[in-house]
């Protein structure tokens, strides 16, 4: 059994920056971060697995995902943070970017709120 666990989400200003946690315990492989912003579909935006990382294009050259597998936690790394970046973000182990069916993933976390103003 998976269990994601978000945190690191405020309301910033625009430019600023979140680091984004997600602990994931009982699995492995390949992770990604996902985002909803209200009225919109929930997009992934980042994955990593095996030390290889991918980014949707909306926010390449901002965000960086990386990993600590000793414990077990899924980091996002956002800067230069725009409005079009606030929304929930979520971590799943699922490494699809961009529009995802929320039903096709088979966990999810509770979410952390990002708001940039």
């Known amino acids: 059994h998976v269990q994601l666990v978000e945190s690191g989400g405020d309301s910033v200003q625009a430019g600023g920056s979140l680091r984004l946690s997600c602990e994931a315990s009982?699995?492995?492989?390949?992770m990604g971060w996902f985002r909803q912003a209200p009225g919109k579909e929930r997009e992934g935006v980042a994955s990593i697995y095996r030390g290889n990382s991918n980014y949707a294009d909306s926010v390449k050259g901002r965000f960086t995902i990386s990993r600590d597998s000793a414990k077990k936690t899924v980091f996002l790394q956002m800067n230069s943070l725009k409005p079009e970046d606030s929304g929930m973000y979520y971590c799943?182990?699922?490494?699809?970017?961009?529009?995802?069916?929320?039903?096709?993933?088979?966990?999810w976390g509770q979410g952390t709120q990002v708001t940039v103003s």
């Open positions: 799943a182990p699922d490494c699809r970017l961009g529009a995802v069916n929320v039903n096709s993933v088979a966990y």
């Open positions: 009982g699995y492995t492989g390949c």
